[in-house]
């Protein structure tokens, strides 16, 4: 199985990076439970009040397909959606390293 690293670049709105702060953690609680979801990290990017990344490793493609298939069209991501004024996603390739599923 080939892990799925990525990262992702949120920069809300002016003055609602709290707003969408809230709305990504939310997202993050409710991978809790997502066995394929090793990795879901929400970051503000300092001295940036708006701007916000996600840092996220799955486990597999299928994984994250059948997790974003699901949530779609979902009331969070439509909430969040609304929040962002400017969206970058970034994939990576995994290499190693020290953390979970780094090998």
């Given at each position: 199985?080939?892990?799925?690293?990525?990262?992702?670049?949120?920069?809300?709105h002016?003055?609602?990076?709290?707003?969408?702060?809230?709305?990504?953690l939310?997202?993050?609680?409710?991978?809790?439970?997502?066995?394929?979801?090793?990795?879901?990290?929400?970051?503000?990017q300092?001295?940036?009040?708006?701007?916000?990344?996600?840092?996220?490793?799955?486990?597999?493609?299928?994984?994250?397909?059948?997790?974003?298939?699901?949530?779609?069209?979902?009331?969070?991501?439509?909430?969040?959606?609304?929040?962002?004024?400017?969206?970058?996603?970034?994939?990576?390739?995994?290499?190693?390293?020290?953390?979970?599923?780094?090998?």
């Open positions: 199985m080939t892990r799925i690293a990525r990262y992702a670049r949120f920069s809300a002016e003055g609602r990076g709290d707003e969408l702060a809230e709305q990504l939310a997202a993050a609680d409710g991978l809790a439970a997502e066995p394929g979801c090793l990795i879901y990290l929400i970051n503000r300092a001295g940036e009040p708006d701007v916000l990344w996600v840092t996220e490793l799955w486990r597999s493609q299928a994984d994250l397909d059948a997790v974003s298939q699901r949530i779609r069209d979902s009331a969070g991501v439509a909430a969040a959606l609304a929040l962002t004024a400017d969206f970058e996603l970034v994939a990576l390739d995994l290499l190693g390293g020290k953390g979970p599923g780094a090998t």
